[in-house]
């Protein structure tokens, strides 16, 4: 009888704890990323009352025992995934997968699954308990330092440095149906009536070069084939003519750094049909900025070939100061009209307009499939083709914030899958990107599913500071809780060994704003309460009827 109570006994101890793991898994239905336990049972041998043997016929006898009741084998950790929770919280992480953050605490290192971290007055990520977190450091080149762990710490007095503008990248459309010059005509009247009133008209071949003929009231053409060439300074650098009723005379100026007048002479021609002809001068000057000049009879005013595109970005210097520019594109020729190939002119003007350099830069050249296939100096050389890495570049070199150096970068309009095309339609040229940036104040921080803890800057520029380590060991279940969710290493569990998200973990991800919650489920939990509190309640009703046999023994003798 005796034997019996000590059986119930241990059916109570047993039970109990239990009891105590469940509470402890209630209790915690809301503790971030708690892992539920369980008791598990083992019977105790007790007494063998039968051995194994053979009968005197030669049949086993199978062996029998008497138990001693029952123990606590073990309580297990259920490592199960928990749900992950929204909180909206940049530094709260939550791992989905295997994997435990690594945390320090002096010399010691932990691992653990709540990620409900916050940084402290030192800038560092640390857990609630004031542990920090670890992680690899990049370098200044963005490669990942894979060597010692460090602490996790922003930065917060972090600037991003500034950084010219190398390369400029335009894409989209010009519309090939954009149309090109019309001849541009000046009325020029006089008093004298031996100079009669006619019409100055003028076409532009490329950008330099004019030609000219002088037209009367009746429409007669009375002077043809007018040559008019400038220089990069829109000065008229030449004049000629291959009409032999014309003479063209230079007068140089007084000041040899002044341009040159030209005066164009009219030979043959009777203005008022009364057979006396009398030639009459016509001074012709170049006047960017207005069409006439009380100096000379005649300013021709700078008319553009074509309709133009504009496209406005801004571009950075050394020190991450700002200029805005416009790129400008202007129709210069085109198939449709006879000319030899599609040609549109490039100029880059500042914000007011100016351009920041003399006459064009360069021409595109387009082929009969809309193709941008060359760019071209002005005068003709070849600057780039499409015969090398499929690349369309123009290199660049201007001072475009007036400090009185040049500033160098790259205009590229073409790349291996994508160019500035010339196709019917609406014009969309773009600047697609530019690689200059300001200087940046820092605005915050973030962490990606790899663990990377990136600055963020008001110039719009990230910087990789570190990269989160997690942690893995074998036997998980050989891990001993130590409290604040906190687990350590022991002898069962193995090793740590590191790792990163995405890579050596290659199924884990962090997801930032989240926390993994319990993964108690209350039904379950209640359930084993039932259970238990029945297995508990029979034990007990083994040492009341255990007593009451001995005290039917004890009744024997009266």
Known sequence: MIRSLRTGVSGLKSHQVRMDVISNNIANVNTTAFKRGRAAFNELLGQTLLGVGRTAGGRGINPAYVGLGVSVGSIDVNFAQGALENTGVATDLGINGDGFFVVRGGDRIYLTRAGNFTINRFGELVTNSG?????????????????????VRV?????????????????GNLNAEASTQDPVSLTISSDNPFYPTFTFQVERNDIYEWTGSIIDENGQVIATDIQITFDEDWNISSMSSSDSGVTITEIPASDPDDPSTFQLTVNNYDPDGSGSITPFPISFTFEPLSSSSPANPIGLELQEIGEKVTISTVVYDAQGKDSSVILEFTRINSLENGDPQDEWALRILDRDGQPLHTGYLAKLIYDTQGTL????AVDGGLIDDLSGDGELTLPVSLDFNGDGLDETFTLNLAGADDALTQYAGSTTATVRDQDGQPPGSLIGFSINQEGIVELNFSNGYQQK???????????????????????????????????????ELNRTVIVAGTLEMSNVDLATEFTDMIVTQRGYQASARIITTSDEMLQELVQLKR
């Open 131 to 151: 542990l920090q977190v670890q992680g690899w450091a990049f370098d200044e080149n963005g490669e990942l330092r894979s060597a010692a762990l460090e602490d």
């Open 155 to 171: 930065p917060f007095s972090a600037t991003a440095p500034p950084k010219q503008t190398e390369n400029i990248y335009v894409r």
């Open 373 to 376: 296939t060359e760019i071209r």
């Open 465 to 503: 500071i570190y990269q989160l380590a997690l942690g893995s060991v074998n036997n998980v279940n050989g891990l001993q809780q130590v409290g604040d969710n906190l687990w350590s290493l022991t002898s069962s569990s193995g090793d740590l060994a590191l790792g990163r998200a995405g890579v």
